[in-house]
């Protein structure tokens, strides 16, 4: 009976692996959609901006309830993870607790580990009281109704239960409680199953062990279809985010030519450029997924949906329609559907008819952002809202020619007066003969 468990450990863990495998290979394929951008600069910065932003939550605690409620699930909930290896290694080779030969220094860890898992387990709760009985403002805000929201309550309830069980199997595995170390939660929990005899004891602390671990593996696939991705995504997220300062336009380099061009006395404005290399881009800024770069399109799958960007925007405090979490969660559904329609298709996009532009992000959300770089600030994973709604905006203007009726008077302004102003360029310095 044993041996045949065994086998039935080998293949849930076999499944469960490989298809966490083919959706990062999915996730990888989406990603590498978006078009190529030049991350290799400054990588001493790089690391130590992941050290700091993802691995040391630097910019979580600038909300300290949040932020401290935070650390202690993700430090929790990863160090108790470790002991999925002892699992690992029991249901695969039928041993019982193969790392207690340490002793002393095993009942330290996983007693280290039950409080880890209560402490998870109440923050956890706290969590679920903050957006269902408080209802923090930004956990309610159009775009989270539906799935989203019921996304949120499910990671919860899958926390609250795989800290619960690891609890029970560690109260009911006699063995565990004679040894008197490591114990320090769960003796507490013990006596729920005092009257209980030792057989029953055992099936229902195997009856823990086995859910603990499938609820794992079903967690860890669960993964891909949720907010929680960010999990893993965080750390190449913050490496690979901007070093350049926030208030930098990221100025295309056919136009900047153009420009220096137009300026250049001795230009032959009607040159061919000397090489390919100097031809301008097929689009001018961006109206789909594929338009953007892979480093935005990794943003849009990092995205916690935890909505401080959101609820920093001066525009959407002013109850504008522009929300930079649905600019994220957005780009990530096109994403998705796009993967979805090449996966369809034999690894070939075609043509559905459907944009980012429009589809899913309208005009008017586009142009009620004011630029300021609040949301870009307040992430605490290093995603970038902005640059999406500025290439979207470029595409807009130089390809569409939809610019706002002011932003267009303002450009038409410059192309004749050399200022925004609608004076002449002989009259800009009459207003100093009116003072």
Not at 127 to 137: D, P, S
Not at 287 to 300: G, H, I, K, R, Y
Not at 326 to 331: F, N, P, Q, S, Y
């Amino acid at each position: 009976m044993g041996f045949v468990a065994n086998i039935v450990f080998a293949a849930i863990l076999i499944f469960g692996i490989g298809y966490f495998v083919k959706n990062i290979k999915t996730l990888m394929r989406n990603i590498k959609l978006g078009q190529d951008v030049d991350v290799s600069d400054n990588p001493v910065q790089r690391w130590n901006n992941m050290a700091r932003i993802a691995l040391g939550q630097g910019k979580m605690v600038r909300r300290p309830v949040a932020g401290l409620l935070h650390i202690v699930v993700y430090v929790g909930f990863i160090i108790i993870n470790i002991e999925v290896l002892e699992i690992i290694i029991d249901g695969l080779f039928g041993t019982h607790r193969i790392f207690s030969f340490l002793g002393g220094f095993y009942g330290f860890l996983i007693g280290t580990f039950e409080v880890l898992a209560f402490l998870v387990f109440v923050s956890v709760i706290v969590f679920w009281i903050r957006r269902n009985v408080i209802k923090l403002q930004r956990f309610w805000k159009a775009e989270m109704k539906g799935w989203p929201k019921n996304d949120g309550n499910i990671i919860l309830y899958f926390e609250m239960v795989l800290m619960l069980l690891f609890l029970i199997m560690n109260a009911t595995d006699v063995h565990f409680q004679h040894m008197n170390s490591g114990n320090i939660i769960s003796q507490f929990i013990a006596p729920w199953f005092e009257n209980m005899g030792e057989t029953t004891l055992h099936v229902i602390e195997r009856a823990a062990w086995w859910l603990h671990i499938v609820g794992i593996l079903v967690f860890l696939n669960y993964l891909y279809f949720s907010k929680h991705l960010h999990i893993l995504l965080a750390f190449p997220n913050t490496y690979y985010g901007s070093l350049k300062p926030k208030g930098e336009f990221n100025n295309l380099e056919a136009v900047t030519k153009e420009v220096q061009m137009m300026m250049d006395p001795d230009a032959d404005p009607y040159a061919m450029p000397e090489n390919d290399d100097e031809e301008a881009p097929a689009k001018f800024g961006a109206s789909d997924v594929q338009d953007l770069n892979w480093v935005q399109l990794l943003n849009a799958y990092t995205c916690t949906e935890c909505g401080r960007c959101t609820s920093e925007c001066p525009a959407n405090q002013t109850g504008k329609k522009l929300s930079p979490r649905k600019i994220m969660m957005d780009t990530r559904d096109r994403l998705e559907e796009v993967g979805k329609n090449i996966d369809a298709n034999n690894g070939e996009f075609k043509d559905d008819g459907k944009q980012l532009l429009n589809d899913y992000i309208s005009k008017e959300e586009l142009w009620a952002c004011t630029s300021c770089n609040a949301c870009v600030e307040a992430c605490p994973v290093s995603i970038n809202p902005l640059s999406i709604i500025l290439d979207i905006r470029r595409y807009l203007v130089m390809e569409e020619s939809a610019a706002p009726v002011e932003l267009n008077t303002m450009m038409t302004n410059i192309e004749n007066n050399g200022a925004p102003w609608p004076y002449n360029q002989m009259d800009r310095l009459n207003w100093k003969d009116e003072a």
